[in-house]
């Protein structure tokens, strides 16, 4: 079940978009368009009542308010059916992380507050390119990559630690050696000092490994643009994202693979290692939007200009402003351990660094106005 916060933001979201004049209202009514349990709408009611969220009911209501009025959405005809994933992976090889399904036709994925593109094993991201089905490793990509850094890592640790009954070998560390190891260590900061070096050496050596290993994957042009895609979060079919970034409101519909070729080329992927005080992988797209299509008139871009004009019979399509010019979309990947130190194997948490607004293929559904905010 998700967290209170993500129960206010989706189905806040969702309620929004019901003709009803306030949330309370939608509340009191449990409109049977919105296909959840009645623990959820107790839950949901009770969390409304309770005020702590209220914020964040506020700029949910007004977004799904501005999917039913927007042209590009709903076209102010309330929706039959809404259902909520409530935090179920849907089945299937899809990456676009949808939350609402609206009549079983517009998807909405409902993003608050977050650069996260996913948190995978670092196997399915460098190996297997972010795909949702294959056959890559599931062990402990530190001891895989850097070894022999792991293991003196874990040698120090262990020594600092007091620990000296656990196996010499980290691989055979049963899961009580696990937490004995991580509850002995410090949770946050610093690590021991013997062990800062060996910390240091590990991040650097995973760096390497993992970026040469995904660019090495990646090197078919063809792998290249489908990785591009799914680090853009583009799904199969069109899909709009309904959230905040601590700026503005984000209302924004994401285009499908189909659509972005029509109106942009990649020109590069560059993956490069990271010091950052722990594993880490940057990685920058660098791409060209197309000249005038019919698909482009109503970009708004980059540079902040109004919505193009559409061109008069018989005259030429107009270009796209600053069509041809490299442009860049920035992200970083974080190899770090999940639950702790030495807990579990790491992962891989993939980070957008790029405004979620300025991404190639992220076309806005409305124009600015003043709306509830979730910042200052």
Request: with cysteine.
């Amino acid at each position: 079940m998700p967290d209170d916060r993500t129960t206010v933001t989706e189905l806040g979201t969702a309620l929004g978009m019901l003709p009803f004049e306030a949330p309370a209202a939608a509340l009191a009514a449990r409109p049977p368009e919105l296909a959840v349990a009645d623990e959820v709408w107790d839950r949901l009611s009770a969390l409304q009542r309770g005020g702590h969220f209220a914020e964040e009911f506020a700029a949910a209501w007004a977004n799904g308010r501005a999917f039913l009025q927007s042209p590009e959405a709903l076209r102010g005809r309330p929706p039959l059916l809404v259902e909520w994933t409530g935090g179920r992976r849907p089945p299937g090889d899809e990456v676009a992380p949808v939350d609402l399904r609206i009549d079983h036709v517009y998807l909405v994925s409902c993003k608050y507050l977050s650069r996260t593109i996913a948190n995978a094993s670092p196997a399915r991201l460098f190996d297997g390119l972010l795909t949702t089905t294959g056959d890559w490793s599931t062990g402990d990509w530190y001891q895989e990559v850097a070894p022999g850094a792991y293991r003196r890592l874990y040698g120090a640790c262990r020594e600092a630690a007091g620990l000296g009954d656990l196996p010499e070998d980290p691989s055979a560390m049963s899961r009580a050696d696990r937490r004995r190891l991580r509850l002995a260590l410090p949770e946050r900061g610093a690590y021991p000092p013997s062990a800062r070096a060996p910390y240091a050496e590990l991040c650097r050596e995973v760096s390497e490994a993992s970026a040469k290993r995904w660019a090495h994957n990646a090197s078919r042009a063809r792998a290249q643009e489908r990785l591009v895609w799914r680090l853009l979060r583009m799904g199969n079919a069109s899909y709009y994202v309904l959230g905040a970034d601590p700026h503005r409101p984000l209302r924004l519909r994401v285009a499908s693979p189909w659509d972005w070729r029509q109106a942009y080329q990649l020109v590069s992927l560059d993956i490069r290692p990271a010091e950052a005080g722990q594993p880490q992988v940057d990685w920058t797209v660098t791409y060209r939007a197309r000249c005038g299509t019919s698909r482009l008139r109503s970009i708004v871009s980059e540079a902040g200009t109004p919505p193009l004009p559409v061109a008069a019979a018989g005259q030429s399509e107009p270009l796209v402003p600053g069509a041809g010019q490299p442009r860049t979309v920035r992200g970083h990947v974080e190899v770090r351990w999940s639950h702790g130190r030495f807990a579990q194997p790491p992962e891989a948490k993939v980070y957008i660094d790029t405004p979620t607004d300025r991404l190639p293929g992220y076309f806005p559904i409305d124009a600015p106005s003043g709306q509830a905010h979730l910042w200052e």
